[in-house]
């Protein structure tokens, strides 16, 4: 936030404004060979040219540049307020900085009373987040930091995520959007469901919020200290999981308790994995490997009598992993080819929790 140091020509430099000049020189820090905050040295009461030129004086506060203005007549007010949209635009760009200053972000989701705040407060080993058996204890985004294996890693509590014909204009209206903004904001997202009351189709409904952002997901199944246990019972959650989340099948899946924090070492470890797999990259010769390597294990069945064709494809970017592949009709490609090579991409390389993007795009038969 840049500050005004309004000082006045009348009186010239008075051992106050010596005091504010140093108070204010402390605050700043060279950020980028700036001084951040960014402070604008504004002279008032210049009406006249020789009180003009007497804003010189106030270079010796050591702010910089002294803009002489009228704030009665509004001259030199112009210039003034370029320089503060100038310091705007630098405040702007140090802002962005401080967004992206983690190295991972993760945000925690899912229905109201999952336990997402215990989760949070458990892993960062303090009552950082307010946790109750109400649902919807949690209003709003909250961003705290941890570090973990000499990364930076931003974790975001959200508010629950009711059925939408349930949200309340209002408060938690707002509530909603700031948890979909902070699965915007994050690389990965800890979908929390609460084994106690079940997998529910709101649990699937946060997972396709998710994957619909193209972020990367783990499920976490939470509460697990309440279930009674036999040794099927993991078995019987995860096929209940495969076929409610089966369009998330590639997010890894964890039962834990954030209260008895039963493999809670676990969680961290697993959302860092999760999202270094978003991250990879593989050359474009890997790919025209892997292209050949699919077609010659599953060739694209023929449409019409003709056969689609891939020529070759590139890793156009990472986060998530993008695929351009050229080839002579994309028409000719069924969906399920598509995901023959998303599974075949997952089965070779891993990218485990991340969506994957395969865009194809025709190209002319050279
Ligand atoms: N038995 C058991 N209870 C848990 C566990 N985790 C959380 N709880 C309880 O579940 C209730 C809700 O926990 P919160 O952490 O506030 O849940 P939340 O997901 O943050 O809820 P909202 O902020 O309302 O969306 C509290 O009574 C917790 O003590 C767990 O692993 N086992
Ligand atoms: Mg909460």
Known sequence: MPFFFLVDVENGVTPADKEVAEILRREQKKVDGELFPPVILVVNKAESQARRENAIDFYELGIGEPYA??????????????????????????????????????????????GKSTLLNALLGSERAIVSDIPGTTRDAIDSFLNYDGMRIRLIDTAGIRRRGRVEPGVEKYSVIRSMRAIERADVALVMIDAESGISAQDAHIAGYVQDAWKSAVLLVNKWDVIKKDTFTIEEYQNELKVKLTFIDYAPTLFFSALTKQRLSKVLPLAIRVA??????????????????????????????????????????????????????????????????????????????????????RRSEK
Request: glycine fraction near 6%; avoid cysteine.
């Open 69 to 114: 203005i009228s704030a009665l007549h509004g001259t030199g007010t112009g210039d003034m307020l370029d320089v503060l949209v100038d310091a705007l635009k630098k405040f702007k760009s140090l802002d962005t900085q401080e967004e992206d200053e983690a190295d991972y972000s993760i945000a925690i989701v899912g229905k109201p009373n999952a």
């Open 276 to 361: 270094k797999e978003r991250e990879v990259r593989l050359s474009t010769s890997q790919v025209n490997k892997f292209i050949r390597d699919a077609i010659d294990r599953h060739p694209p069945p023929n449409k019409a009598g003709r056969p689609p064709k891939i020529y070759y494809g590139t890793q156009v970017r990472g986060n998530p992993p993008t695929f351009l592949f050229h080839v002579n009709d994309p028409k000719m490609f069924h969906f399920t080819y598509k995901r023959y090579l998303e599974n075949r991409l997952r089965e070779v390389y891993g990218f485990i929790g991340t969506p994957i993007r395969i865009v194809l795009r």
